[in-house]
């Protein structure tokens, strides 16, 4: 059976997510629906277990609790004793809290990767400004694809490192470079609806199928194809 919350840690919780004694006072069904949320937030966390499973546990948040939530799972990570498996379709929480990205579309698993690798798949978008006209034709580099062309401005999709694009900016009168990194909004276009996210902490794919293997039965929701790429037995 599961073990008792510590005092301390429950009273951690509570300072954390700014739940005073007069809230406990009161009647669940007079709670709003925030504050319904962070409880349950708080009940999932308070016995520290081996694996969490969360299905968009920051709905109805506010911005402070929603940074209290992704501190209390990186102190999760930090320890090293919890896996959680969270389920969002926001994807900038997704980006801050996970460690590896399962995408799902339409019931299937599409792909289980790193934040690293799936922004690795898809190129950077660089503005380079220049300080005067420049009448001179971009030159053809290996990943680097031209967005518009103007004697000021040019916009590039670059993939891969950005050195030979600098290399081939030599003599020309560049004012400033401006870039921006992939994120999943732009990383994942292609998979409309982002289901699952997997934040690695302690156990990876492989470990968790030990797990469930150890007859510790966690119920995912997982169809059966998702269940046989996982490794999970059902």
């Known amino acids: 059976g599961s073990r008792p919350p510590a005092a301390a840690r429950l009273d951690a919780l509570f300072r954390r997510f700014d739940v005073s004694e007069l809230d406990l006072q009161r009647r669940m069904?007079?709670?709003s629906h925030g504050m319904k949320r962070k409880l349950g937030i708080i009940q999932a966390l308070m016995c520290e277990p081996q694996v969490l499973i969360l299905d968009e546990p920051t709905s109805g948040l506010d911005p402070l609790m929603i940074d209290a939530f992704a501190e209390e799972i990186s102190g999760l990570a930090a320890a090293g004793?919890?896996?959680?498996?969270?389920?969002?379709?926001?994807l900038s929480e997704v980006e801050r809290i996970c460690g590896r990205i399962a995408l799902i579309r339409r019931g299937s698993l599409v792909t289980v990767r790193t934040l690293d690798e799936l922004r690795g798949t898809h190129p950077r978008r660089v503005t380079i400004l220049f300080s005067q006209p420049v009448t001179t034709a971009i030159a053809a580099l290996p990943g680097v694809t031209v967005v518009s062309s103007r004697d000021r401005e040019w916009v590039l999709d670059v993939a891969g490192p950005l050195g030979p694009l600098i290399s081939g900016l030599g003599g020309l009168p560049v004012h400033d470079i401006?870039?921006?990194?992939p994120t999943l909004e732009t990383g994942t276009y292609q998979f409309p609806r982002l289901s699952i996210g997997v934040y690695s902490v302690r156990?990876?794919?492989?470990?968790?199928?030990?797990?469930?293997n150890e007859g510790i039965r966690v119920?995912?929701?997982?169809?059966?194809?998702?269940n046989a790429q996982l490794g999970i037995s059902t």
Not at 219 to 226: E, K, P, R, S
């Open 29 to 31: 069904r007079d709670y």
């Open 81 to 90: 004793s919890t896996t959680v498996f969270l389920s969002s379709h926001v």
């Open 178 to 181: 401006l870039y921006s990194t």
């Open 203 to 212: 156990f990876d794919l492989a470990g968790f199928k030990s797990i469930v």
């Open 219 to 226: 119920t995912v929701g997982f169809n059966a194809q998702v």
